[in-house]
């Protein structure tokens, strides 16, 4: 696990795949806290539309302000980390972002900052972590949910390692 912790940055980026919405809260509570002045969500396309619109409902039924967020429709094929990383990292050059909070799970930080750093070496990239609860960093071996996605995440990293 990478967790930077939060700073002043041009915006926050929350990564999609995470079904309990903690990483967009964490987003919008550090929006709020003056951390970042906007929240890029991005989300992958599905049979009932794009994730990130539909975590941006779930912030705004939350309480959260919808002037906060902002969604990114991530394209078919764009489906793993490195992909999102290069995608969303062009369209925040374009858009002159130079600094970003990254909002992911715990599980997922260290990996997911190496990606967007790796893609885009021009952005400094503060890693922040959202909590999930079905891992724990201090007991994931103790459930199932933990478990499963502590072997899911390694496999990933051994796979970025080797270039897959």
């Not at 995608?87 to 925040?92: F, S």
Request: charged share 20%.
């Amino acid at each position: 696990m990478e967790d930077d912790g939060p700073q002043k940055a041009d915006c926050a980026v929350v990564l999609g795949g995470d079904g309990f919405g903690t990483r967009i809260t964490k987003a919008a509570q550090l929006a709020q806290a003056g951390y970042v002045p906007y929240i890029l969500v991005d989300g992958t396309p599905s049979l009932i539309g794009h994730e990130s619109d539909m975590t941006i409902t779930y912030a705004e039924q939350q309480g959260y302000p919808a002037y906060l967020f902002r969604p990114i429709w991530l394209p078919p094929g764009v489906n793993s980390t490195q992909a999102e990383a290069k995608y969303v990292g062009n369209l925040l050059k374009q858009s002159g972002v130079k600094k970003i909070l990254l909002i992911t799970s715990n599980y997922h930080t260290r990996r997911a900052a190496h990606d967007f750093r790796e893609a885009n070496p021009w952005l400094r990239v503060i890693a922040v972590a959202a909590s999930d609860p079905d891992f724990s960093p201090n007991g994931w071996w103790k459930n199932r949910g933990g478990q499963k996605t502590f072997l899911l995440e390694w496999t990933k990293t051994v796979a970025t390692w080797v270039g897959l």
